[in-house]
């Protein structure tokens, strides 16, 4: 049984930073994408980054390309989300997921494992 569990997240000013972390478990995951996605009141389920297990290969969706740094550690089988520069619009639940996903990996449906998300406040 594949659990994530999420944590890191809370209260940060605008500029601050944050790193969250989903520590996976149930089983071994070279074949996978991890990825984070958040989702704010009122508004879709949106693609943040993934990395791929195997290789090490990251993806970053445009509004955090150069603010947020996706990383994973083999030894404690955790993928880490680092955001800089935080704004009050990033401010929303972050999700982790996952999957051996085929194609498009900016797409939700396409992962059936996921966390219990953890909330991120950006204050102004």
């Known amino acids: 049984q594949v659990q994530l569990v999420e944590s890191g997240g809370g209260l940060v000013q605008a500029g601050g930073s944050l790193t969250l972390s989903c520590a996976a478990s149930?089983?071994?995951?070279?074949?996978?994408?991890m990825a984070w996605f958040r989702q704010a009141p009122g508004k879709e389920r949106e693609f943040v980054a993934a990395?791929?297990?195997?290789?090490?290969?990251?993806y970053y969706a445009d509004f955090v390309k150069g603010r947020a740094t996706v990383s994973r550690d083999n030894a404690k089988n955790t993928v880490y989300l680092q955001m800089n520069s935080l704004k009050p619009e990033d401010t929303a639940v972050y999700y982790c997921a996952a999957d051996r996903v085929v194609g498009l990996i900016t797409v939700s449906y396409k992962y059936a494992y996921w966390g219990q998300g953890t909330q991120v406040t950006v204050s102004s």
């Open positions: 990395i791929r297990w195997s290789g090490g290969s990251t």
């Open positions: 149930g089983r071994t995951f070279s074949d996978y994408v």
